[in-house]
Every structure is written in structure tokens, then in C-alpha cells.
């Protein structure tokens, strides 16, 4: 896994999770959400998902030294979000349910820091080598 990868897989898992909030599938409000009150996304949370995952996808335009540094703050991010719902279950309007979003951020945290950092990763992604 390199941050070109974890831009990619993230960037479209992102913004379906947002589109799939927007319409009912895992939110906005508890009722819609197929998980219930579980975990569901409010529209705040759908608009910071698609927003991302549009982002994460433009990113893909951008040489692997940009894409580095901004995969490993991405993961910065995310630990931080896992570190925060254990003491809040709500950020700027958003909310964030215990234990499943703290448990995504977490993963996704980790995810992140691995892609920047995989030293191997960074070698079969090195120009004349196979594509991902």
C-alpha cells in the first residue's frame, strides 16, 4: 500500500459514504440508516465524506511528494478523531458514534500512517516499476 493507493480506494470509499448518507442508505438520521442508531451519518458528516473523497481523488493528480506528507496528515487526522470520540460524541455539529466511528478513525488512522510510511510500498511504486 502506497499514499497513491490509500488515495485512491479512500477517496472512492469516501464519497460513496457520502452520496450512500445523502440518500438514505446509512443516514442521514438514524431511522434511515440500515445499521439504525448503530452508525449513521449525519449530513455533516456526508458533506465532510464526499468533500474528501473528491479531494483524496483529485490528489491523484499530484506528484507522490505531495501525496505523501498529505496521506500521513490524513492519518494524523484520523488518530486524532479516535483519540477525541473517546471523550465526545459530537465535533462541530457532526456526531460521532461510539464505538463504530471510533473504531473507523482508528483503522483508517493506522491505514493512513502505513501508506505514508511502507518503505516497500515506496519501492514498487518507483518510476519504470509495474503500476500499482
Do not use: C
Not at 448503530?38 to 491523484?60: K, R, S
Request: hydrophobic letters at 60%; glycine letters at 12%; proline letters at 5%.
Amino acid at each position: 500500500m502506497n499514499p497513491r493507493q490509500f488515495l485512491l480506494i479512500g477517496g472512492i470509499v469516501l464519497a460513496l459514504v457520502g452520496v450512500l448518507g445523502f440518500i438514505g442508505a446509512i443516514g442521514p438520521t438514524t431511522g434511515e440508516s440500515i445499521f439504525g442508531s448503530a452508525w449513521w451519518f449525519d449530513n455533516a458528516e456526508n458533506w465532510a465524506h464526499l468533500v474528501l473523497g473528491v479531494v483524496a481523488l483529485v490528489l491523484l493528480a499530484t506528484p507522490a511528494s505531495v501525496q505523501k506528507p498529505i496521506v500521513a496528515l490524513l492519518g494524523i487526522v484520523g488518530l486524532f478523531f479516535a483519540v477525541y470520540n473517546l471523550f465526545s460524541t459530537s465535533f462541530l455539529g457532526a456526531n460521532l458514534e461510539r464505538p463504530a466511528d471510533l473504531i473507523l478513525h482508528l483503522v483508517v488512522g493506522v491505514w493512513a500512517l502505513y501508506a505514508a510510511f511502507n518503505k516497500g510500498a515506496a519501492i514498487a511504486s518507483a518510476p519504470g516499476s509495474a503500476p500499482m
